[in-house]
């Protein structure tokens, strides 16, 4: 992308997410393109960088829910100078930290092998599948987060009056009527 | 088709193999990897897509009341939430009792829903794969991404980002909001659809027919003109797909059909709330994700292809006239048979998202569209409900017990992904044994093998899901396990090779 000095540069991640916080970043629509003119992609779902590079802002939506999860958050925090923590996952875990009320072991089983129609029951444990957490957790548990975006999920124009507060390099403060936590 | 061999056979075997892993670790998104194992010759003995992560909606949804379900299951998936919504609905029909919505609810459904395939569809082109399609599979990484598609080609990709909006429009008009919003209750909607609501969406549609016949045009051109795109990924598999009781492409409601890869019927207008009758799911100890398969045919031969390659093939006609000539063409580049060229998949998707725009035009202009009579009568309750929708990327399950309080006792899923699980491993391992070469890794095969699990745009966060690019590190290991090789996606998309070649 492009590496015009003086735009911020963007990292964003889903952890223990449903996408529904990107894809809500992506309705801002055709205002993407005028936002292109101010800010440049890093490590994101929409381009093929691996690792997060020295950003400007990440944005971190999902919770924790497995160890590989953990270990993105780490590499996001080591890089971006503001963190942002998106959507209702990543602020108090959402919908997957509903199976918090269950034993890990009881989800395990009732997906592997105790449910209909299963051939084969047997809980996945092959080494390429990264370790779970026994619960769910909320990212601010494992590193320091410098705001948080709420809804399920955020709307665009709270993206936008996000990112046109740091662009303008003022302190990001949501109007009322953003602000929802459905 | 037989399915592959997807493990090495035996210990003394695998103690001679090495493992090159071609593996997003840190990326959540892909919530997926591909490994292989190589011997000497560098001949593939295993090729595995993994889904590395996992949820367990299954049980964390039981005890909680059947109305709420529909809310919780969408947040399975922020691309077609609808989807979700209209498949636990459709189960949530049956549990009150309700077998015929009303005329305005039925048709608010439909009209939901065909915006969320639009959109869905016009995402995973415009967003997510036209820039393999349109730079080429080993164009500069750096560029191959929606950013580099609205510098090289802005029209194009405005018209994409334009189509997305308004199937999110359309969504948004019905369920409240874009993403996550309430339409659904038990045995019909919560709210009409207003005449200036609808005024709204009849403004644009002009455009948005347009485009969309542009993106079949586009797509098609692609396909035929590039020989290398036939024969990509190639793999012969049976279809499954609900139509509709005429046997016309439908994504609301219909029977299973299913076809074998001669393109003779399996079966026809099952009636989907039998579907433990005829697929089964087998797990396999390396991925959270299941592998379902056809009973009749049996665990080698009855793995099935689910999205819009198998709807397009599997159904007799298309009802709206623009898309069924576009299928007519898609038919005679098959040349009598069904097309199973896996990427053809984004063709026969376009041809979708065309039939999404013209069938949102008809309703529009359906005078119950705008009707008030949203609630059918509940009838007497049951204790289990089975909804089965035709989501954007192929045919998925629900399915729900309560007791007789009205709680979830127990619940299954089986989503569009899954079903093409065996499917993106076949083609992962077409794909390595037709490119991999020598003991160079190579960027082109990196990404050809994402091509290859893109075609199907798959949904990880569903099963759980990868958007987009899968980041990438491919290790090339001896034997004993020791790192000879290694080519990851470094900063700014470039390739960086970091290990030693020692072959």
Redesign the interface.
Known sequence: ???AKNKLRIAT????????????F??M??R??EL?EHV????????????C?PCDIGLVE?GL??A??V??LR?FRRNCKILIAVGACAING???A??N??S?R???E???LN????????I???V???L?LDKVRPIHEAVQIDYYLPG??P?ADEFLSVLGDLLAGREPALPKKLIHY? | MEQGKDSASNKDELANLRRVAIDPVSRVEGHGKITLMLDAENHIHEARFHIVEFRGFEKFIQGRPYWEVPFFVQRLCGICPVSHQLAAAKAVDQLVGVEHLTPTAYKLRRLLHFGQVLQSHALHFFHLSSPDLLFGFGSDPAKRNIVGVLDKYPDLALKGVKLRKYGQQVIAAIAGKRIHGTATVPGGMNKPLTIAEREILLADISDILSWSQDAVALNEQIHTEHAEHRSFAAIRSNFLSVTGNGGELELYHGGLRARSESGAKIFDQLDYRGYQQIIREEVRPWSYMKFPYLIGLGKQQGWYRVGPLARVNNCDVISTPLAEAARQRFKEFGNGSLVQDTLAYHWARMIEALHCAESIHELLHDPDITGSDLVADLGEKRQEGIGVIEAPRGTLFHHYQINEEGLIEKANLIVSTTSNNQAMNESVRSVANEYLDGNEITEGLLNRLEVAVRAYDPCLSCATHALGKMPLQVELLDAEGALLDRLSKGGNGKFERTGQSAL
């Open positions: 992308m492009s590496n991640t889903s952890l223990a997410g449903c996408f529904g916080c990107h894809m809500s992506l309705d629509d055709e993407l393109v292109l440049e992609f890093d490590r994101s779902p929409l381009t093929d960088i691996k690792h590079n999902g829910c497995n590989d999860n270990h993105v590499e959402g919908v997957p509903m199976r009320h269950f890990l009881s989800c395990l009732e997906s592997f449910g209909v129609g299963v051939e084969n029951p047997q996945p444990g092959d390429e599948l990264p779970l399920c999920p709307s459905d």
